[in-house]
T-cell receptor, first 115, second 111 residues
Framework: DTGVSQDPRHKITKRGQNVTFRCDPI?????LYWYRQTLGQGPEFLTY????????KSRLLSDRFSAERPKGSFSTLEIQRTEQGDSAMYLC?????????????FGEGSWLTVV | EDQVTQSPEALRLQEGESSSLNCSYT??????LFWYRQDPGKGPEFLFT???AGEEKEKERLKATLTKKESFLHITAPKPEDSATYLC????????????FGTGTQLKVEL
């Protein structure tokens, strides 16, 4: 039984570069979420997918951010032209729907440092 | 807009000294209230879901309770390994059941 898997766990990048994070959800879960967490704060919702459809995006998700979930399996979160304010932990989570419950399970996160 | 406020921000306990963490919330139609534990540098680990006022759940030294306005996480006879940040989150209908989190309570249990 594997949990939510994220890669890479840590990324240091120079300002202006693009970065991409990957998330593999729990296999039977059809909902996938991206959250961002900064030091001393709780996770903040960015976006979510039901299967391959991206159904909601937060106002926090600027035009430099794009997320995809091709074929409703793994997901990627890309940040273009990174800024220092993008430094945070990016958390992926997944959940089942319907009778399987609605608990959301998180991965270990991907730390981004923009220098 | 859904809001979650946790108190205290930080709590230091001696081993065996029981205490409670508070989570106050406002939400349009609570679907669930979640408690997570988060260790430094790691993702949140699911602890409990509470669905209706009066509900209680227990796991080892932890007990979560829910009223219409707040939830408490009671820690009985804590051990140093209980040291972590405890996050509370609410889930409302719609929006893919996304969670709105508080800022957490950082708990340190000392010998």
């Amino acid at each position: 039984d594997t949990g939510v898997s994220q890669d890479p766990r840590h990324k240091i990048t120079k300002r202006g570069q693009n970065v991409t994070f990957r998330c593999d959800p729990i296999s039977e879960h059809n909902r996938l979420y991206w959250y961002r967490q900064t030091l001393g704060q709780g996770p903040e919702f960015l976006t979510y997918f039901q299967n391959e459809a991206q159904l909601e995006k937060s106002r926090l998700l600027s035009d430099r951010f794009s997320a995809e979930r091709p074929k409703g399996s793994f997901s990627t979160l890309e940040i273009q032209r990174t800024e220092q304010g993008d430094s945070a932990m990016y958390l992926c989570a997944s959940s089942p729907t319907g009778s399987l419950g609605n608990t959301i399970y998180f991965g270990e996160g991907s730390w981004l440092t923009v220098v | 807009e859904d809001q979650v406020t946790q108190s205290p921000e930080a709590l230091r306990l001696q081993e065996g000294e029981s205490s409670s963490l508070n989570c106050s919330y406002t939400v349009s139609g609570l679907r669930g209230l979640f408690w997570y534990r988060q260790d430094p540098g790691k993702g949140p680990e699911f602890l409990f879901t509470l669905y209706s006022a009066g509900e209680e759940k227990e796991k080892e030294r932890l007990k979560a309770t829910l009223t219409k306005k707040e939830s408490f996480l009671h820690i009985t006879a804590p051990k140093p390994e209980d040291s972590a940040t405890y996050l509370c989150a609410v889930q409302a209908p719609g929006g893919g059941n996304k969670l709105t989190f508080g800022t957490g309570t950082q708990l340190k249990v000392e010998l």
